[in-house]
Structures are given as C-alpha cells and as structure tokens.
C-alpha cells in the first residue's frame, strides 16, 4: 500500500502548508457536510423546535468533543517532533502510550457525560419544550464518545507524520454514510433526532476502521507493537509528559466550551425563534472555520516537525506564510457568505411555518453577516495558535482559551443589557480579539526563545 507520509523540514514552506491543507480542507468540508445535512433534516423534517433542541445541545457536545481534541492533538505534538526527528523507536512508544491514554480517557468522558448531563442542560436554562429533545441527543452521543476518540487518534497519528490523504478518504467515506443514514433513520424509521445521533456515530466508526486499516499497513519499525506497549502500569514518566502536552490543551477547549455554554444560556432567554436562528448560523460556524482549522493540524504538524528536526527557522518562514494563505482564504469565504448566506440559511429552516420561517432566517443571517466580516481575526487565531502549539508550548495557548473565554462570557452578560439582542452575536467576535492578543506576544515569545537555544547551541 502506498504511502502518503510527508515530511515538512524540506521544501519551499507556502506549497508545503498549502499542498498539505487542501486535503484537510477537503476532510472538513465532507465532515461539515454531514454536520449540514443533519441539520437539514432535523430542522426540515422535524420542526423548527426539534432544531432548537440540537441547538440548545450544541455547545455541551462541542465541549467533549473540545477534550478529545485537545488531548488527541496534545499527544501528536509530541509525534510530529519524534517524526521530524527520524526516531521511530521513541515515536512508537508515543503512540502506544497515547492510546493506552485515549483509552482511559474515554471511559471517564463517558461517565460523566451520562452523569451530568441532564442537571447542566437545566443549569443552561434550556426550555421545557426542547429539553427532551436536547437530553436525548446528547445521551446518545455521549454513548459514542470510544468511537469519537478513536477517529480523533488515529487522525492525529496520520497528520503527525505528513498524511493528510487518508483522513480525507475517511471522511469522506463516512460522510457518504452519514447521509444516507439520517434519511434512513429519521425520515424512514422515524427515529427522530435520536436517529441523527446514531448515524452520525456509525459515520465516525466508518472513518475510524479505515484509518485503522491504512496504519496497519505503514512503516514496521513504528508500529511493530509488543503486548507490553499498552500495558496500563509502567511507562508512568513518559504518559506524565503526554498529559502535559494534552491537558492544557483539554482544558483550553474545555474553558471555550463553558462560554459557549454561557452564550447559549443568555441565547435561550431569547425564545425558540432566537434560538433556532441562532442555531442555524452556529451549524454554517463550521464551514466558515473549515480552511483555519485545516492551517491550524497543518501548522502543528510543520512546526512540530521542524523542531524536532531543530530547523528553527523554518517556522518562522513557515508562519509568514500561513498568515497570508489564511488572510486571503477568510476574505473569499466571507464574500461568499456575505453574498448568498441567506440561500444557504435557509436549507436548515422548515418552511411549514412561514411567519416562523422569515423571523428565524432574519435572526440567522444577520449573525452570519456579522461573523463573516471578522473572519480574519478567526484565521490569525488558528494559525498562531497551532504553529505555537507545534513548538511545543500548551499553556500559552491555553491562557488565550481562557481570554477567549473571558472576552466571550462578558460580552454575552453585558451586551445584551445595552444593545438588545442582537448584542449576543459579538460576544464570538470579541472572544477572537481577546485570543488574538494572546496569541500574537504569544508567538513572538516562543518563536524567540526558539532561536536562542539555537543560537546557544551554535555556539558551543
């Protein structure tokens, strides 16, 4: 089987960072099309309170899959630099160890997800006529999280090591399956929203088997593991220094999660319309991102593997780069949302209702007008925030999570006091600004301490 490894410490940085994006990018699009078509057909076929629902569950979601992420990505930190580094042997045990972690940690997501679930749902003030719906989603999502993990894992393995290819046929693979499947369910089986649920988790397992099947089938020397590799005692010091690289990581996502979750409380104050419209917009927040979330697992991988190559300059040129690729990508998405946003809002509204559907899609299109328009401060914000994550530093991106948080939470208690409603929609954009900040001292920070110990290292 061929293989699709590259490695990032050779070749002229702005191909590299494009070439290696596009398939990310299209990986995103296909998961954010399954993502879109769920949506479609819980507000189309099911009401506009059974999208409310999804909605309302949104950010409780967004929070466990935030964890999983940002420890899956936090473990593939460390294998871009063993990779870049050419030491398979030591890249071998990261991966083991990583999954005995995965392993440990699903299981304790899954606990709590079962168990707190129903008391945060009320504590969000989520209203009577969706919490069912809300709660059900949610239950059975959080039933699922092993199979999330995994598919987050076994990508992150990939991209560590230069193969943005076969994530990308994964997705796409299990968006196909998605598809087909909430049709089949909510439509044919009458499932409901619980049927959107479980096709979603079928798409992942579908994903996961694949890139399960594609490593089995790379380099000996690195995944050639012993029955030891993933013994859950021993190897304590080396999975410490994994949760490291994770946990800030986890809990960066986790604190962006909590002021989602505030935002969506203020949001459900608002009423059903509000919050569907709001809801709506929320499901298109995924294409907007979906190219500065692919320059983001790609400057995690170009870093990290110039670091452990020790080509600092690399990323600094690296980082030049990205930054206009993204510029440039954030100024065509939002004209195209700015010019047919409304077409595309519209594919998530019922129109069953028509007074309902012209108050929602208001509501929707002025949220997405407004985020389209700051849409270069989200992309600065991917891109400073994984090339600093792939130098090996965690925590500085987890205190812009926590300004993201701050910037978030104050302007959704606030704003609305002074403005109205509408001042809900700038509680996301002055989260950006508050990371941005962060992230940009940030960079410059580490990037210079990089070179120092070059420079030090020169001179012995």
């Known amino acids: 089987m061929a293989s699709y490894t590259k490695n990032m410490t050779e070749g002229k940085p702005a191909k590299l960072i494009f070439l290696f994006a596009l398939p990310l990018m299209s990986g995103n699009i296909f998961q954010q099309l399954y993502t879109v078509v ?12 059974a999208l409310a629902a999804v909605g309302a569950a949104d950010w409780t979601n967004w929070m466990m899959l935030g964890i999983i992420q ?39 997501l899954v606990a709590a997800g079962q168990g707190f679930v129903h008391p945060l749902l009320k504590l969000l003030k989520t209203p009577d006529n969706i919490m069912g719906g809300a709660l059900l989603y949610l239950r059975v999502i959080f039933v699922g999280i092993p199979v999330v993990m995994l598919y987050n894992m076994l990508a992150c393995i990939l991209r560590s090591m230069g193969d ?24 044919g089986f009458g499932w409901g929203i619980a049927g959107a649920a479980v096709a979603t988790l079928i798409a992942q397992l579908v994903s996961s088997l694949y890139c399960l099947y594609h490593i089995r089938h790379m380099d000996g020397e690195v995944f050639s593991f012993a029955a030891g590799d993933f013994s859950l005692r021993g190897q304590a010091a080396r999975r ?9 990581m986890a809990f960066q996502n986790a604190v962006i999660a909590v002021g989602g979750m505030i935002v969506q409380s203020v949001v459900n104050d608002f009423g059903v319309i509000f919050i569907a419209g709001f809801t709506a917009t929320n499901k298109l927040y995924g294409l907007l991102e979906i190219a500065a979330t692919s320059y983001g697992y790609t400057m ?20 030049r780069a990205a930054v206009w690729i993204a510029l440039a990508t954030s100024v065509v998405i939002a004209a195209v949302m700015l010019l047919f946003g409304k077409g595309i809002l ?13 108050q929602t899609l208001v509501v929707a299109y002025r949220y997405l007008a407004l985020m389209s328009l700051f849409l270069p401060v989200l992309y600065i914000l991917h891109v400073a925030r994984s090339a600093i994550q792939g130098m090996g530093n965690t925590l500085l991106p ?14 959704a208690l606030f704003l609305p006091r002074i403005v109205g409603e509408n001042g809900i929609f700038f509680a996301e954009i002055m989260a950006w600004v508050g990371a941005d900040v962060v992230l940009v001292a940030s960079y410059f920070y580490v990037s210079r301490r990089l070179f120092r110990k070059q420079e030090a290292r020169s001179m012995k």
């Open 38 to 49: 769920d949506t479609a057909v819980v507000g189309k076929f099911l009401g506009v309170d």
């Open 70 to 108: 940002g420890f899956t990505q936090g473990f593939a930190i460390r294998m871009a630099q063993e990779f870049g580094a050419g030491h398979k042997k030591s890249l071998r045990h990261t991966i083991a160890d990583s999954a005995v972690l995965a392993a440990v940690i699903s299981v304790l």
């Open 164 to 187: 943005a290819r076969t994530p990308l046929i994964a997705m796409g693979v299990a968006s196909a399956v998605n598809i087909v499947l909430d049709f089949l369910f909510v439509m």
């Open 240 to 248: 410490g220094k994994l949760l490291l690289l994770g946990l800030p």
């Open 300 to 319: 995690v991988t170009y870093a990290g593997q110039n670091v452990g190559a020790q080509k600092y300059d690399r990323i600094r040129s690296g980082m």
């Open 346 to 358: 519209g594919g998530f509204i019922s129109r069953k209702e028509p007074e309902k559907f012209a």
């Open 398 to 411: 987890m205190l812009s999570g926590i300004a993201e948080f701050l910037m978030r939470t104050l302007s």
